[in-house]
């Protein structure tokens, strides 16, 4: 976000840039130890504008509402930081305008990159009555020797730290060790401080500390478990001083999260256990409810059997995809491509004769809402199969699916014979059942549209989750 900001300004070079990103990491320390809102401003080609790359706000009290980085600081309203552009010195105590219109003090101190160019400065804004609780021994160093002093105050940090960190010197020799290492060790058993200890004696891994050295190697992470706690432990080799190298070993106590984590993996296994048995269990009732259809000879009883078979499926093909994922989370595409292959699989003089696609967006959705949609596209495919291609007729079947930001849209196309609306059965069940489960479960609508010998469109929308 800086970077995009000093590229604005139009008057950087990319090492400039870098600069001012490390200053920015000061001015949050700086902020929080004044109280007061400190920001970095750049210059730009026109030399009374300048442009605030960066704004640190307090953790209490900011003088402003909102973080004005990006918005444009004048040389009339802000004549310190004008001079400092100007002189490259320190400007203390000069009036300024804010942004909201509030009239503050500001001390200002000039960013020199190595060429000694003003590159951009360091404001601290404040109201004429705090001036009595300013440091102003902060603003009689350079900009270089205030990054080094709060470095000696972010020396503290690591304290405040949950991981254990650890720092060696390149002999291997314990050269720090916070207060989270200090109970990491104790709880594994360790009798005493181990400030001045060496590499071997306390690393957890088989790393040597020359390699880690000879391959300056970027930050990698390994699992150890030891005495029944789990660590995750990372070397880092930085450097804090010219020529001085140091390791630094992070160790984090991840047992809990383990322990979650197996917990979660067990769960995942025993709802997918559950969804497996949910789905055999629907499968066995459709096996049940096609045995006594073979000993009916009512065409109106069969049709309705088949009609319930086909429902009972479409439930037991979500309780399928969750049985195999284990997750919440439904592919919708697959459902209905799912529901397509049972209400198709099931009609043999059907098969390649109906040509069927489907595309459009593709995202998941709750297995509740799987469910209740894989009822609906059930019941418009049967529809379909029943009564859009009659006899040996051919045609094609597309589902589009689109999805907006409240509410998302299944429509399926077919090229058959459409409906004859003088015909149409008001009481159709499947119907009824559609226009239900689209009210209540998915808060949609429904339209269907035909024409004779042209087609059938159905949409149903329904609400995002």
Not at 85 to 110: C, D, R
Not at 304 to 329: K, Q
């Amino acid at each position: 976000m800086i970077r995009n900001y000093c590229k604005m300004c139009a008057t950087l070079t990319p090492s400039d840039i870098d600069k001012i990103e490390r200053v920015a990491e000061t001015t949050l320390i700086l902020s929080n130890m004044l109280g007061m809102d400190v920001f970095i401003d750049c210059p730009t080609r026109d030399r009374d504008k300048a442009v605030v790359v960066h704004h640190a706000r307090p953790e209490k009290e900011s003088l402003y509402s909102r973080n004005i980085v990006g918005e444009i600081a004048t040389s009339k309203k802000e004549p310190a930081v004008f001079r400092s552009f100007i002189t490259g010195l320190i400007s203390k105590h000069y009036k300024a305008i804010t942004q909201e219109g509030e009239t503050v003090s500001q001390n200002v101190l000039p960013i020199i990159n190595d060429s000694q160019e003003v590159i951009g400065v360091i404001i601290v804004e404040f109201l004429k009555k705090e001036e009595k609780h300013f440091n102003s021994d902060l603003f009689n160093i350079t900009a270089n020797k205030l990054m080094n002093e709060i470095d000696l105050y972010r020396a503290t940090i690591p304290e405040f730290v949950k991981d254990g960190i650890i720092v060696f010197n390149k002999e291997g020799i314990v050269t720090y060790v916070n207060k989270a290492a200090k109970k990491i060790y104790s709880l594994l058993g360790f009798s005493k401080c181990i400030m001045g200890e060496t590499f071997e004696n306390i690393t957890f891994t088989k790393t040597k500390i020359k390699e880690i050295l000879k391959e300056n190697r970027e930050e990698k992470s390994m699992e150890i478990s030891i005495s029944g706690v789990i660590l995750l432990v990372t070397y880092v080799v930085t450097t804090l001083d010219k020529g001085k190298v140091n390791i630094i070993m992070i160790v984090k106590d991840i047992t809990k999260e383990k322990i979650n984590e197996q917990e979660l993996i067990l769960k995942s296994v025993a709802i997918k256990e559950i969804h497996h048995r949910v789905k055999n269990n629907l499968q066995t009732i459709a096996s049940l409810l096609r045995i006594q259809r073979r000993r009916i000879d009512n065409p109106e009883t069969k049709k309705i059997l088949d009609e319930t078979i086909n429902r009972i499926l479409s439930i037991a093909i979500t309780h399928e995809v969750l049985s195999d994922n284990g997750l919440d989370n439904l592919n919708i595409k697959k459902i209905i491509q799912l529901i397509y292959k049972n209400s198709f699989g099931n009609s043999i003089d059907k098969i390649g004769k109906i040509e069927f696609n489907i595309n459009g967006d593709d995202f998941n959705i709750s297995s509740d809402k799987a469910t209740s949609i894989a009822l609906v596209v059930n019941e418009l495919l049967q529809n379909v199969v029943d009564y859009a291609f009659p006899e040996d007729l051919c045609g094609k079947v597309s589902v589009t699916i689109e999805k907006s930001q409240f509410y998302s849209k299944v429509i399926i196309s077919d090229n058959g014979v459409g409906i004859d609306e003088s015909k149409r059965r008001s009481n159709s069940l499947g119907l009824m059942i559609v226009e239900r489960i689209i009210k209540d479960k998915l808060k949609g609508s429904l339209e269907i549209t035909s024409e004779v010998n042209v087609g059938t469109t159905v949409k149903f929308e329904f609400k995002n989750e």
